[in-house]
């Protein structure tokens, strides 16, 4: 019986995240992508190229990103980049968003 317990946490775990991975996607694309997608025209690929070298200019899959890091950039902005306030981009979402962000998906 425990076993049968285990097996479906771990089921509905993974059924979760795969849920958080798809709105971290859809944000992604909502608020990210005009600059981070990866090829030209997304100028913070570009600049992230130039500065940090082009195995580090797409954030997409980058595990390197702390977590924490990820969100104080969201929330602080850097550079160009923008901040994004807790009413554009929800405390969950933004978890959401991070997961994806790290996410090799």
Not at 9 to 29: D, N, P, T
Not at 81 to 100: G, Q, V
Request: glycine share 8%; aromatic share 10%.
């Amino acid at each position: 019986m425990k076993r049968a317990w285990i097996i479906l946490i771990v089921f509905f775990s993974g059924q979760v995240f795969a849920q958080e991975l798809a709105k971290g996607r859809e944000l992604f694309e909502l608020y990210c992508a005009a600059c981070h997608n990866p090829g030209p025209g997304h100028p913070a690929t570009y600049m992230l190229g130039i500065k940090r070298g082009r195995e580090k200019a797409v954030i997409k899959g980058r595990e390197d990103l702390a977590p924490e890091y990820i969100a104080n950039v969201v929330r602080g902005g850097l550079l160009e980049m923008a901040p994004f306030r807790p009413t554009e981009i929800s405390d969950e979402n933004l978890k959401a968003l991070i997961a994806y962000i790290r996410s090799k998906d």
